[in-house]
């Protein structure tokens, strides 16, 4: 009979080193696989069996677990790096886009009809009873108008772009978490019952780093095996295994709200019915972050500053030209058409009909300050060339070039310093993801050396196997 126990032992090493060599195969399939982490097979001695005069003989080996090799605490940094570096690469194109948008045909944007504009009047001031330098100053003023009107549909466009790009990335944020409470159905059920999960609970920690990617997210796991999900304002996003689902509703200017739906027992349609809280101001990371920030905050700022730039020129650019006369001796006339409000101005910026009227307009285009002094009085169109460096408009926080150049030049400063932290953000990440392929990264000179080592190993307890036979046939033939 101890000749049999022999026989079990090496059984037991050629099942346990079958299992070391599977798991290494396995190890090495997955190398080039997302989010894997390797696994390693963790072998137990038998219990020892009783021998002559009270020893203990060895009862062999055993392979009592496949253990995947992870650090949590990686992990969830880089789920919150992930969360930054989404946020500015969402931005990233917006930004580009509002920069572009000032700056549009090699530098013949906004600043630079502006100061034709201005050129145009000072062209004026030598000639001011010619028909064509009127003319110079009618085109240009049209075409610093145009500038900015295209700036500013340009700007809705992207507003409006951005606000679908929003609701895709709600569809995509419902879908991760839908499949996080499902992995987590799956990974309890097969651990309670004894199996091993890795490949499910590296397909959850993918799942979880891509939604960290998105939305700002914190997670822990509890003592079933799931991970509950926590999203901004403190809901939750996933709790055993349901998901909580996030919605868009438009609020009085169109802008898409993003809107937190509790979960609950679905209706027959599959649609929640929870209670639910607006979290638009509470999103603090992911993609999502990045596009509410570039819409409410950037596009809006951009917006709201050509509105109040275009609002206040109107207002003084008029003011100063109703007090000069034009060829026809009449005087307050506007050249912008009046803005019934700052709102919507820069949209709304045209030449007036009665400077935008053939040679009659142009005649309209009040140069002289006096009507006693036609045609060659040019001190109104001086002081209407003045105004591009007059400190007074805005509250005397700039002139008009200085204004307008400052816009473009914030502009182009968020870009930038958006690029700087994309780069910084990409830096950490990668870190992050040297620092998790350390402890989880599949190895293959390692795991060729335990292919090799396990295999010895098979081969040693397949030799046992012969030995032990060997020595039960003679055994048997002593009986002959």
């Known amino acids: 009979m101890r000749l049999y126990g022999i026989l079990a032992v090496a059984r037991s090493g050629l099942q346990a080193n079958q299992v070391a060599i599977r798991t290494a195969g396995h190890n090495i399939a997955n190398v080039n696989t997302e989010g894997y982490s390797r696994q390693q097979a963790t072998l137990r001695p038998l219990h020892s069996q009783p021998a002559p005069r009270g020893s203990q003989l060895g009862g062999g080996v055993q392979a009592v677990d496949l253990r995947g090799m992870r650090d949590d605490f990686v992990n969830r940094q880089l789920v919150t790096a992930k969360g930054a570096m989404g946020a500015a690469e969402a931005r990233q194109r917006p930004l580009q886009r509002i920069d572009a948008l000032f700056n549009e045909m090699n ?6 009809a502006l100061e034709r504009f201005f050129n145009s009047l000072r062209s004026l001031e030598t000639n001011p009873e010619s028909l064509d330098h009127r003319a110079a100053v009618m085109a240009s003023g049209e075409i610093f108008t145009e500038r900015v009107r295209q700036t500013a549909a340009g700007l809705s466009d992207l507003r409006d772009g951005l606000n679908q790009n929003i609701a895709d990335e709600v569809v995509e944020i419902n879908r991760l978490t839908a499949q996080v409470a499902d992995l987590n159905d799956r990974i309890s059920a097969t651990e309670a019952s004894g199996g091993q999960a890795s490949d499910l609970r590296d397909r959850r920690q993918v799942a979880l780093v891509d939604l960290g990617t998105r939305i700002d997210i914190t997670s822990f796991e509890d003592p079933d095996g799931r991970t509950v999900v926590i999203g901004p304002r403190g809901k939750p996003l996933v709790e055993d295994g349901t998901a909580a689902a996030l919605e ?8 898409l709200q993003v809107v937190h739906v509790a979960a609950v027992p679905r209706t027959v349609e599959g649609v929640p019915n929870g209670r639910r809280v607006q979290i638009t ?12 920030d570039a819409r409410d905050n950037a596009i809006a700022g951009a917006q709201d500053d050509m509105d109040e730039f275009v609002f206040t020129f ?12 034009g060829l026809d001796g009449l005087d307050n006339r506007d050249f912008f058409s009046p803005l019934a409000a ?7 910026f045209v030449v007036s009909d009665a400077i935008f009227a053939g040679d009659n307009g142009l005649r309209a285009i009040a140069a002289s300050q006096t009507a006693n002094t036609l045609p060659g009085d040019q001190r109104n169109a001086l002081a209407l060339a003045d105004l591009q460096h007059d400190p007074t408009f805005f509250g005397g926080r700039a002139t008009p070039s200085e204004r307008l150049a400052r816009i473009v030049r914030d502009a182009g400063a968020a870009d930038r310093d958006n690029d700087f932290d994309l780069d910084f953000e990409e830096i950490k990440v990668t870190q992050l993801q040297n620092l998790r392929d350390t402890v989880s990264g599949v190895s293959l000179d390692e795991e060729m050396l335990n292919l090799v080592k396990f295999q010895n190993a098979f081969q040693a307890s397949a030799r046992v196997v012969r030995i032990v036979d060997e020595m039960l046939e003679a055994v048997v033939n002593l009986k002959r």
């Open 342 to 348: 700052q709102k919507d101005a820069a949209s709304n």
């Open 281 to 292: 101001d509470q999103v603090r990371g992911g993609r999502l972050f990045g596009l509410i």
């Open 107 to 112: 530098g013949e944007g906004v600043h630079a």
């Open 248 to 255: 868009v509703i438009p609020d009085a200017d169109n802008l």
């Open 314 to 325: 109107v207002e003084r650019f008029n003011l100063q030209h109703r007090q000069g006369f």
